[in-house]
Structures are given as structure tokens and as C-alpha cells.
């Protein structure tokens, strides 16, 4: 058994989205650092797989050719030109992004595999400045002064890595969160959700649309169906945990309730195929609000807590915390210091961009069936329809396409 050494000034635990963007921006900075993943890439990891505006604008930050060059025409990324609400009346309300002349090349989601997805990020990370160590679990965290001190372990043994900035990136069930003492759920603010991959669903639109139903007689809860690039689709059902909880829900047996008598749903699943069992894990929302900052540490994606209340979707929002927690590690390194005061305006930085998405949320944890309503009878709607595939979907891509991420480090 050998034991191994390693310092750098910067180190991230954790390699999925969050973790791997912290490094691609540190790198674009020429800052070195340590990134470790317990896991070898490629590898799953339980997901929607679906691919938001907000993480294609983080992929255009990387590099602007990544999609038309990489991603377009890539056999395991799927375009997606829109949404699709199925209502429980059996009525479907498709917003489709139709592209302005000139502008061709706009879309606003793909859906990958995260087999897939995060082993295509990975790639993007610079090993000149990223001592990248992937099947690397990291044990246990200790703080001796202003130093980190990880006990990490390989195929070969143990390692032992120093450092003085701690990243976490390390998701839902991160270590760091446990050194700090802050890995409690509160149901509130997370999702109990499944997943399963399926073939031969009926009625998968031309177009590749994200489907999303809300069943009326369960409060909070979303079911989807993101089509693939190989054929399949991302099935899978989620609701807010403190509903799941009280009213006694087992997910799973909802999930393959809905698929096999749901009117809405059972006739899309009466020739298709489950490919898999069901996986089910956890998505930690931002409305939580966690500490994501102190002396000498900070979090990232999951670990931060930072899914979208309203969307569930983590992917972006986690790629947006790297991108800026990147400044932030800049600033500390050029003001020698990693004191909780100087990173302190990273968690107003990182949150202020969910407010919007945090107050809809609250809002519908005081009035769920207001969730239900909206999403049965207010989407079919005709004005609604228009004013949000007209000014909003426009809105939203200039966003994704053409404007840069501000932050503010003071
Ligand atoms: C069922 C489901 C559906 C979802 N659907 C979507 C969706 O469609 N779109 C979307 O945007 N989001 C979706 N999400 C949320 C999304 O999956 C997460 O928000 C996202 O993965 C967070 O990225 P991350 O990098 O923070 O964490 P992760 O992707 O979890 O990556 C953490 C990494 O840390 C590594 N790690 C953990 N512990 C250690 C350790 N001790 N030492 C070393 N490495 C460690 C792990 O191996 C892993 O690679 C969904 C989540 C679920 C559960």
C-alpha cells in the first residue's frame, strides 16, 4: 500500500457539472488546482438528462463552438425545440421556439445522457493547470490552521492531499456537507424523485418537446418524458419531499401507477418498454437557502443546494455556481486571503439570480393546488400560451445566446 502526497492552493472535490465548470473557469484564469471524483468517467448519474438554457449558456461560456461544432449533430446529445404540458383533460399545450431568420442554429435544450453529458465535460477540463485524479474517493476532511487535510483513496491506496481552499462539489450526499455538519434534508426544499429509461414510447413529438404533466390529485409533483438520441426516453416522476411525506406517497408505486393507468399517460406506454429498473434519488432546491460560504470553503451545485424550485433542474444552475465561485477563488487569490469575508458575496451572487424562482416556489408551498391549477388549466391556455412562447422563450434565449454572466465580486 502506498501513500501519496499532494498540495495545491485550490482543491475540488467532486467532477459532475458543478465541479468540473469550477475547474474549466479556474483554468481559463490560469489558476492550478486539484479536482478529484470518487468516480471513473464515463458514469451515470441519476437525472432527467435534460439540458436548460441555463446550461447552454454556461457551454457558451466555455466556448462558444462547443454546440454548433460538438454538440449539434453529436449522436448522443438530442435537440429539443421546445416544452410540452400535458393537462389532465388530455389536452397538450406545446411552446415551440421557432427561430428568427438568420438564427438557425437556436435552440433551447438538449438532453443527453449524463453518461454522456458530464464525460464530454470532463473532457473540456485543462490538465496543463487541473491535476484531474478521477476514481479518487475522498475519505475524510480535517482543518489544521488555515489547511485542509484530505484523506482520499485510489486503486493504489491511500492519498493524502493539502490545500487551502476547499471546493465542494461533491452533490447531494457531499462529504464536505458532512464535515460541516449541514447534510440535513429539509423536505421542504427537496425532491424525492425517480428515473427510468424506456423505448418505444408512442407519440414522442417530431420536434424532440420536454413533456411534463402535473397529476391533479397529487400535490407538487411532476412527471416527464425527455426523449433521447438512441431512440429512448428519460420517464420520471418527482414531487416536494414534505408532500411525499405527509400525505404517505410512495413514489416508485405512483410513478408506475401513472405510467400503467394514468388516461393521460397509459396509452403513450402500451407498446413501450422499460430498459432498466427505476433509480430514485434526490434534488436539493435552492428556496433552502444553505451557508454556502466560510473560512477558506465553498460549495458548489448540489452540495450548495442550488436546483431550481420551480424546474427541479440543477444541471445549469450548478455550472453557474462554478463559473462564478471561479471569480470569487480569483479575487481571494489576489487579496492572499480566503477568509469567509473576502468570498462572503458569492452566496448574494449565486442566489440573487433564483429569486425569482424562489419566491414562485413559496408561494406554491402555501397554495399547492395553485401549482395544479396552473399547470392543468392556466398553460392550455391561449394568451398564456402566446405571451410565453412569444415574449418570454425570446426573453429567455437572447439571455442564454448573446448576453454575458455578470458578477459583481464586492
Ligand atoms: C431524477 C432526477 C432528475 C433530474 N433532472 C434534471 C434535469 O433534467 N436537468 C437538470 O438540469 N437537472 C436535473 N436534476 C438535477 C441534477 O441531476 C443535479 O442538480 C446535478 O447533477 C448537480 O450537479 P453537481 O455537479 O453538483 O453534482 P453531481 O452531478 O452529483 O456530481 C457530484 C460528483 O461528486 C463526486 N463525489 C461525491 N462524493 C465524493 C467524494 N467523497 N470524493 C470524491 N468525489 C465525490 C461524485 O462521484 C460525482 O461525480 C435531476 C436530478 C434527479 C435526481
Redesign the pocket.
Known sequence: MSFKKLSSTVCI?????????TSIFLSKKGIEHII????V?P?D????????L??LRMLNHIDRDIIPNELLGNEHFTVSSGVRFISNKGVNSDFIYKQPKGQEDRFPFL?AK?FHF?NFLIGKIDRKTADFRQG????TITKEGNDWKLI?EDQDGELEITCQMLIG????????LRYLGDRKINRKHY?S???QYWKNIDGIHEKNL?EVYSPSNIPMSYF?I?PLANGEA?V?Y?MTSEFASKLNINIRESFKELISKDPALAHRFKNAEPCQEI??????AASLKRKVVGDGWLL?????S???PT?????????M??YIAARFIEKALKEKSFSEATLANYSREIFRRMEGEISKYNFFLKFPSAYSYIANNLIGDNFFCHYYVNKQFSQWMETCYDKEVIINVD
Open positions: 472535490i467532486g467532477a459532475g457539472p458543478a465541479g468540473a465548470s478529484v471524483d470518487a468516480a468517467f458514469r448519474k441519476t437525472c432527467g438528462d435534460g439540458l436548460d441555463k446550461t438532453v449524463r458530464d479518487t474517493k475522498v475519505k482520499a462539489a461533491d452533490g447531494d450526499h457531499s462529504t464536505v425532491f424523485t425517480v428515473r420536454l416527464w425527455f428519460n420520471g418527482g433509480f430514485g434519488c434526490g434534488i436539493p458548489v451545485g448540489d452540495a450548495a442550488i436546483a431550481s424546474t427541479a433542474e440543477g444541471i445549469g444552475t450548478g455550472m455556481t462554478g
